[in-house]
């Protein structure tokens, strides 16, 4: 065999093994992703299954972040001057805003941050006038969620330069902390679904407790896998003796 020839199969062999180790990661990958699946599940339903907590009571509010979906009841006055805005946000189609407004609990130095619901791009212009509709005395329900400290992509979750923007890509509980003179509870909440009488118009997640396609797409990454790793040894063998035989001739 040739020198060439021998430097083209063994490129093309570690080509074949990176593409064969490639492919058993993606494989690996979507069993991870099966796995942090499945301990949402039960994580969720363990959470809808307990008992509803109310904020107002005294508890450890840290031990409050490993309780997301927990329903729970609070009840105060908003505070609307450090209401903020989640961008990006559409419902039935429409592009608009989700309020998040922070609660002076009840009988507390603490707030909490209330997910209200959505509103239009139009009516961040009518926020005074809708905001009037909540100034009373509030009994909510909703569940916990988590703040985020940085996107998925790594984007700041304020987007505007000034520091006390009110418009937001997702709650930051830990930059909020840092613009606000008042203690902050490390979760918000996000209120149940209403009539929708009053804007801001609430809904919750629709949260599906399936463990998805996971588990197939890492059944074809592994077949992907043995298909190149086990048929390519057989293709070589293949192409070596057909050289030999037509160098016979």
């Given at each position: 065999?040739?020198?060439?020839?021998?430097?083209?199969?063994?490129?093309?062999?570690?080509?074949?093994?990176?593409?064969?180790?490639?492919?058993?990661?993606?494989?690996?990958?979507?069993?991870?992703?099966?796995?942090?699946?499945?301990?949402?599940?039960?994580?969720?339903?363990?959470?809808?299954?307990?008992?509803?907590?109310?904020?107002?009571?005294?508890?450890?509010?840290?031990?409050?972040?490993?309780?997301?979906?927990?329903?729970?009841?609070?009840?105060?006055?908003?505070?609307?001057?450090?209401?903020i805005?989640?961008?990006?946000?559409?419902?039935?189609?429409?592009?608009?805003?989700?309020?998040?407004?922070?609660?002076?609990?009840?009988?507390?130095?603490?707030?909490?941050?209330i997910?209200?619901?959505?509103?239009?791009?139009e009516?961040?212009?009518?926020?005074?006038?809708?905001?009037?509709?909540?100034?009373?005395?509030?009994?909510l329900?909703?569940?916990?969620?988590?703040?985020?400290?940085?996107?998925?992509?790594?984007?700041?979750?304020?987007?505007?330069?000034e520091?006390?923007?009110?418009?937001?890509?997702?709650?930051?509980?830990?930059?909020?902390?840092?613009?606000?003179?008042?203690?902050?509870?490390?979760?918000?909440?996000?209120?149940?679904?209403?009539?929708?009488?009053?804007?801001?118009?609430?809904?919750?997640?629709?949260?599906?407790?399936?463990?998805?396609?996971h588990?197939?797409?890492?059944?074809?990454?592994?077949?992907?896998?043995?298909?190149?790793?086990?048929?390519?040894?057989?293709?070589?063998?293949?192409?070596?003796?057909?050289?030999?035989?037509?160098?016979?001739?």
């Amino acid at each position: 065999m040739k020198n060439k020839e021998i430097l083209k199969w063994t490129l093309t062999t570690i080509l074949v093994l990176i593409g064969v180790y490639v492919l058993i990661r993606l494989g690996f990958w979507q069993l991870d992703r099966l796995e942090s699946k499945r301990q949402f599940n039960q994580h969720y339903l363990q959470q809808m299954a307990s008992p509803i907590i109310h904020l107002n009571d005294e508890i450890n509010h840290q031990e409050l972040v490993n309780m997301e979906y927990r329903e729970v009841t609070v009840s105060g006055y908003y505070e609307f001057s450090n209401e903020i805005y989640l961008q990006n946000q559409a419902y039935e189609n429409i592009p608009g805003y989700r309020v998040v407004t922070p609660l002076k609990i009840d009988n507390s130095e603490n707030f909490v941050y209330i997910e209200r619901g959505w509103i239009s791009l139009e009516d961040l212009k009518d926020i005074e006038g809708i905001n009037s509709n909540y100034t009373q005395h509030q009994n909510l329900e909703g569940i916990i969620r988590l703040p985020q400290s940085e996107s998925d992509f790594g984007g700041k979750s304020s987007n505007a330069t000034e520091s006390n923007s009110q418009f937001f890509l997702y709650v930051d509980i830990d930059l909020l902390t840092t613009e606000m003179e008042y203690g902050l509870l490390p979760i918000y909440v996000q209120l149940k679904d209403e009539n929708n009488d009053h804007k801001p118009y609430s809904k919750l997640p629709e949260i599906e407790i399936t463990e998805g396609p996971h588990f197939g797409y890492a059944m074809q990454w592994f077949f992907f896998a043995s298909l190149l790793g086990i048929g390519y040894p057989f293709f070589v063998r293949k192409q070596i003796w057909g050289e030999k035989n037509r160098s016979r001739e």
